[in-house]
C-alpha cells in the first residue's frame, strides 16, 4: 500500500504564494502518477494539477499560469507552487496518488486565501 503525508498549507494574502508538499510511502513502485486535488466547503472536489511519471503535466483551466506541479529529488515526493493565490483558491488541498490499485488520498492540507 501507499500512504501520503501533505505539509505546506496556511493562510496567506490574496496575492501571496505558497508552497505544499506530498511524501509518498510503502510501495511507491507501483505510483504511476501524482497530483493534487482541492475541495472547498459545500463544493465538490476539483483537479488542480497532475505530473505523470514521464514528467508530463496536467492543470484546471482555473490555476494554469499560477500554480506548478513538480517532482521532488525522491521519486516519492511531489510540490505544488502556488502564486497569485486568490481567495477562490481556499480549499482543503489533497495529495493524490494513482496506483494499479487505484486512487491513494492523502489527508489533506488547507489553504486559506484572505482577501
Known amino acids: 500500500q501507499v500512504q501520503l503525508v501533505e505539509s505546506g498549507g496556511g493562510l496567506v494574502q490574496t496575492g501571496g504564494a505558497l508552497k505544499l508538499s506530498c511524501a509518498a510511502s510503502g510501495s511507491i513502485f507501483s505510483i504511476s502518477a501524482m497530483g493534487w486535488y482541492r475541495q472547498a466547503p459545500g463544493k465538490q472536489r476539483e483537479l488542480v494539477a497532475t505530473i505523470a511519471d514521464g514528467g508530463s503535466e496536467n492543470y484546471s483551466d482555473s490555476v494554469k499560469g499560477r500554480f506548478t506541479i513538480s517532482k521532488g529529488n525522491a521519486k516519492n515526493t511531489v510540490h505544488l507552487h502556488m502564486n497569485t493565490l486568490k481567495p477562490e483558491d481556499t480549499a482543503v488541498y489533497l495529495c493524490?496518488?494513482?496506483?494499479?490499485?487505484?486512487?491513494?488520498w492523502g489527508q489533506g492540507t488547507q489553504v486559506t486565501v484572505s482577501s
Open positions: 493524490a496518488a494513482f496506483t494499479s490499485w487505484g486512487t491513494i
